[in-house]
């Protein structure tokens, strides 16, 4: 079986930043090992309030029996996890969706994070790593305290271009500003993949960007899962493509919308796309 749902005890669980926790916990060994963008739906609170498993990406595989996720308190369920302490013991479904592709033809990969966007965005890069690619990540964030993990990365020999809202730290501004600043002046020998991970404004400006240039890039979606398999069409995204109908399991239904555009499942089909594929004013 791909995924499956485990109790995980939590090994670690820090206030890395202002409202960003960083939790450690234990991955049992008859829990397939996640991919690069794979993520987990975790029940948050110690009894069924709030009763929705909330999405949470895979941070970092520590070792072969421990996994980290990196989450920013946003509402309720992230707040009832964020009180959860050690030895804790959490109710997880996954590894679920599908994750990062890194095409072979490639030399270079851009990364784009925006805030907590840089979650699985590590684990990404170390596998971009071992694969031998040359790798540049662009982060922002509305102030210094969203910018995260630059030493973990740096620790990985990337070259690092950061920029905030307010000017905080790295170069004031949009990270798709200095994104495209960097990308004017290609490299012709480069063979470049771009990888997207943030709020769905600076996703849809990344992939405009990568159009413009003719880079492909790959985007890691967000939207509100209730169940995360894939069953209760919550988490549905317009995309532009005509040639696949989305059909729910065992109901033998589908989802046309009324100009027959069709729509595809961010936590069974994602949450990683093709960003051309997305029709992002749907
Ligand atoms: C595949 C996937 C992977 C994710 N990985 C991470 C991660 O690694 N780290 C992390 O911090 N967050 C991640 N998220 C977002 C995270 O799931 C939400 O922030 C969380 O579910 C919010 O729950 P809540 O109860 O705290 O907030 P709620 O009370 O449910 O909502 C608070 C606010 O956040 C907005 N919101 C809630 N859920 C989402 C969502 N899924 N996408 C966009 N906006 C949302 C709501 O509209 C509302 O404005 C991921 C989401 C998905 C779909
Ligand atoms: S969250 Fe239920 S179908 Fe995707």
Not at 25 to 41: A, D, H, I, N
Not at 94 to 118: R, Y
Not at 124 to 152: M, T, V, Y
Not at 183 to 200: E, H
Request: net charge positive; glycine share 10%.
């Amino acid at each position: 079986m791909d995924s499956k749902q485990f109790i995980s005890t939590i090994k670690t669980h820090t206030e890395v930043s202002p409202d960003y926790f960083l939790l450690s916990m234990e991955l049992p060994s008859e829990v397939k090992r996640p991919k690069p963008g794979q993520f987990f739906m975790i029940k948050v609170g110690r009894n069924n309030d709030p009763l929705l498993r909330r999405p949470l990406s895979i941070h970092r595989l520590i070792s072969a029996d421990t996994v980290q996720i990196l989450y920013r308190v946003r509402g309720k369920g992230t707040r009832v996890l964020s009180k959860r302490v050690l030895g804790e013991r959490l109710d997880i479904l996954g590894p679920l969706g599908k994750g990062f592709e890194i095409p072979s033809q490639i030399n270079e990969a851009i990364l784009v994070a925006g805030g907590v966007g840089i979650a699985p965005l590590f684990p990404l890069a170390e596998e971009l790593k071992r694969a031998g690619k040359s790798i540049k990540l662009f982060i922002g964030g509305k102030n210094r305290e969203d910018i995260l993990c630059e030493d973990d990365f740096r620790s990985l020999g990337l070259e690092i271009y950061i920029s905030t809202e307010d000017g905080s730290y790295g170069k004031g501004g949009l990270v798709t500003d200095i994104l495209e600043d960097y990308i004017q002046t290609p490299d012709s020998r480069l063979q470049t993949q771009m990888y997207a991970c943030g709020p769905k404004l600076m996703l849809k400006v990344v992939s405009e960007i990568a159009r413009f240039y003719s880079l492909p890039c790959y985007v890691s979606l967000e939207e509100r899962m209730a169940c995360g398999i894939g069953a209760c069409l919550g988490c549905a995204v317009k995309t532009r493509v005509q040639s696949s109908e989305l059909r729910v399991k065992g109901k033998n239904s589908r989802l046309r919308t009324p100009d027959s555009r069709l729509y595809r499942l961010v936590c069974k089909d994602g949450p990683v796309f093709n960003a051309e594929e997305i029709d992002w004013d749907g």
